[in-house]
Nanobody, 123 residues
Framework: QVQLVESGGGLVQAGGSLRLSCAAS????????LGWFRQAPGKEREFVAA????????YYADSVKGRFTISRDNAKNTAYLEMNTLKPEDTAVYYC????????????????WGQGTQVTVSS
């Protein structure tokens, strides 16, 4: 089992940047693929980005491609989501998730979830 804690959310103006962190504890961090998801009020949780165990494979939602970058540092048991050129429609609670059944976009691949961090982008 792995425990995940997100941080780095906040309020930012449109066009600004934020970097989210996901700190993991518990079992071997490098054994897990990681994903970032987000959920806006009244909407379903949606995929944002994912990264494989060693970091060699990444996936992005079309809505964030070219603006967001997912990365991980297995030595620090931490994953990151660098978010640039933020838009008001990026406003949501962002969740980090981990799973050991492969990397991908499906929520069902991820068994462990953090509590989320709020990102608010003002226009």
């Amino acid at each position: 089992q792995v425990q995940l804690v997100e941080s780095g959310g906040g309020l930012v103006q449109a066009g600004g940047s934020l970097r989210l962190s996901c700190a993991a504890s518990g079992r071997t961090f490098s054994a897990y693929s990681l994903g970032w998801f987000r959920q806006a009020p009244g909407k379903e949780r949606e995929f944002v980005a994912a990264i494989s165990r060693a970091g060699g494979i990444t996936y992005y939602a079309d809505s964030v491609k070219g603006r967001f970058t997912i990365s991980r540092d297995n030595a620090k048991n931490t994953a990151y989501l660098e978010m640039n050129t933020l838009k008001p429609e990026d406003t949501a609670v962002y969740y980090c998730a981990a799973g050991n059944r492969g990397v991908g976009t499906r929520i069902g691949l991820y068994d462990y979830w953090g509590q989320g961090t709020q990102v608010t982008v003002s226009s």
